[in-house]
């Protein structure tokens, strides 16, 4: 069986972007954060390989980047190497995937917004330390 995308939705912040890979009930997890890409893969519930493989559009700082599992997704929030420049995409080429949309829940202006990020990054690493 040939693998699929999995959905991913993301957005930006001044300091981070995040993305979150949608797979249920996900295995075999394997998330590599690198300076200009991100390669994900698992198994969804179904047992079918999901795998993407992004070029971002700007050069991260993928030593201070992370990811976390929950029970629907995973989520990756990637510090950007140059804070506060507004990314108009997530990938470098200027396309957009079916399988990649904008999280306009979490999508808003960086009006004040300091504040919320960290608060969004330190929530993730309080989590990370319970396990």
């Known amino acids: 069986m040939e693998r699929q995308p999995a959905r991913t939705l993301w957005y930006d912040r001044p300091k981070y ?3 979150e890979f ?6 075999d997890v394997s998330v590599l954060i690198e300076d200009h890409r991100v390669v994900f893969s698992c198994r969804n519930g179904d047992g079918v390989e999901l795998y993407n493989e992004i ?3 700007a050069k991260v700082n993928s030593k201070d ?3 976390k599992r929950s ?3 995973i989520t990756c929030f990637v510090r950007k190497w140059k804070e506060k420049v507004a990314w108009p ?3 470098k080429e200027d396309i957009k995937p ?3 949309s904008v999280d306009f829940d979490n999508w808003r202006d960086w009006e004040g ?5 960290l608060a969004q990054v330190e929530h993730y690493a309080e989590d990370d330390s319970d396990s």
């Open 17 to 19: 972007v995040f993305m």
């Open 22 to 27: 949608c797979v249920e009930d996900s295995t």
């Open 55 to 57: 070029e971002f559009y």
């Open 65 to 67: 980047s992370q990811d």
């Open 71 to 73: 029970g629907r997704s």
């Open 89 to 91: 995409r997530l990938t």
């Open 98 to 100: 079916v399988w990649l």
């Open 113 to 117: 917004d300091d504040e919320v990020e």
